[in-house]
């Protein structure tokens, strides 16, 4: 008969197991509220709230076109959370300059509902992630919910609107003066296209193929170029980062990308036999340092819950699997690169979100 030893027990102070305790119900207020952001955000309450006026629930509920029960219970809940102003003689109820701007104007650096959105998306799913643990099975991009899909493209468009043109590119050695005479550009791993299209608005001399292996996010990339009205400049295929088509470019980019690929070093060969002699290769990565105790902060986290939840699944999902990690940080980075043959390689520019990286042959 096998019998297992009991592990010793360990003091407990009460007043530390308290505090965790009650952080751990704000955790949980703060996970419902993923949905309730997502909740405000398509049902409107946030814009039309955004002007400052105070409203109750019967006024936001008439001016929304929604049912009063839901406004009253939605409007306290963003109140306990300090996202609404609660006057409690008018029992009104007012949206903050700041949160509106981070909640409403999607031309503010700080807009917020895609990052909300991407993170409800990732939670749904979580329960496939839980199984594939078990097995070591991958999930991948293709498998998830559209939430996911299109709340990674409103939070990482905000980051390519209010930094790609004015900071991104102009870091890079010489490339701004290619683009402006014409260049050709491939823009690997491009999602919806958000920043295909950015690029060709700015570049009208330049041509532009953004490729994805996901077929409906080509499919959305198309609409919104046509839309965009540079149609005519930019192509759109689906294509692995591994195969994508044409060569002698001058700029490849990568945004937010390379960490989810099954196969980086393998993308990054194709890339230096894609490339000009004199091109450069772009790596927009999360920003993360190279050791855990570096990433041990906010965004760490929340980049270490989707590399769990979204990112390593997908890269298990396709063949190698290599799974770096949205936090891999530079020198993971680098050591892809310079395996696959690249010489040069330099931090570029950064945000608090992302880390943009140069590399050339």
Same mark, same amino acid.
């Given at each position: ?214 077929? $409906?996010?080509? /499919? ?7 839309? *965009?009205?540079? #149609?005519?400049?930019? =192509? %759109?295929?689906? !294509? ?84 770096? $990690?949205?936090? /891999? ?7 892809? *690169?310079?395996? #696959?043959?690249?010489? =040069? %390689?330099?931090? !570029? ?13």
């Amino acid at each position: 008969m096998t019998t297992t030893e009991l592990p010793t027990a360990r003091p407990i102070d009460p007043d530390k197991l308290m505090g965790f305790v009650f952080r751990a119900v704000d955790e949980v207020g703060a996970t419902l509220n993923t949905a309730l952001v997502v909740m405000g955000d398509a049902l409107g309450y946030y814009r039309t709230m955004a002007d400052g006026t105070p409203v109750t629930p019967s006024e936001l509920a008439e001016r929304t076109g929604t049912d009063e029960h839901y406004t009253r219970e939605w409007l306290a809940a963003q109140a306990a959370g300090s996202y609404l102003e609660y006057d409690p003689e008018t029992r009104s109820y007012t949206l903050p300059a700041e949160q509106a701007a981070a909640l409403t104007d999607e031309n503010s650096p700080a807009y917020l509902p895609g990052f909300f959105q991407i993170a409800h998306g990732t939670v749904r799913d979580a329960a496939a992630v839980l199984q594939a643990a078990r097995t070591g099975d991958g999930i991948g991009w293709h498998a998830h919910n559209g939430d996911v899909h299109v709340g990674c493209e409103r939070f990482f468009r905000t980051m390519y609107n209010a930094h790609l043109i004015g900071e991104w590119l102009p870091a890079l050695d010489g490339v701004v003066e290619k683009l402006e005479r014409g260049a050709t550009v491939a823009d690997v791993g491009c999602g919806h296209g958000a920043s295909t299209v950015l690029m060709a608005q700015h570049y009208p001399r330049s041509t532009f193929i953004g490729s994805d292996y996901h077929e $409906g996010s080509i /499919a959305v990339a198309r609409e919104r170029a046509e839309r *965009a009205g540079v #149609a005519d400049r930019v =192509r %759109f295929e689906v !294509a692995p980062a591994t195969g994508f088509s044409g060569r002698d470019y001058d700029l490849v980019t990568m945004f937010d990308c390379l960490h989810d690929m099954g196969d980086p070093v393998g993308a990054a060969r194709h890339v230096k036999e894609a490339l000009a002699a004199d091109g450069t290769w772009m790596i927009v990565e999360p920003m993360a340092g190279d050791r855990v105790e570096d990433n041990l902060n906010p965004i760490g986290r929340a980049y270490y819950g989707f590399s769990t939840l979204l990112c390593t699944p997908a890269s298990l999902s396709q063949d190698v699997g290599l799974a770096l $990690g949205t936090q /891999a940080g530079p020198a993971r980075i680098r050591d892809v *690169a310079t395996t #696959a043959g690249f010489r =040069r %390689f330099r931090p !570029a520019a950064g945000t608090p979100f992302n880390n943009v990286l140069e590399v050339r042959r």
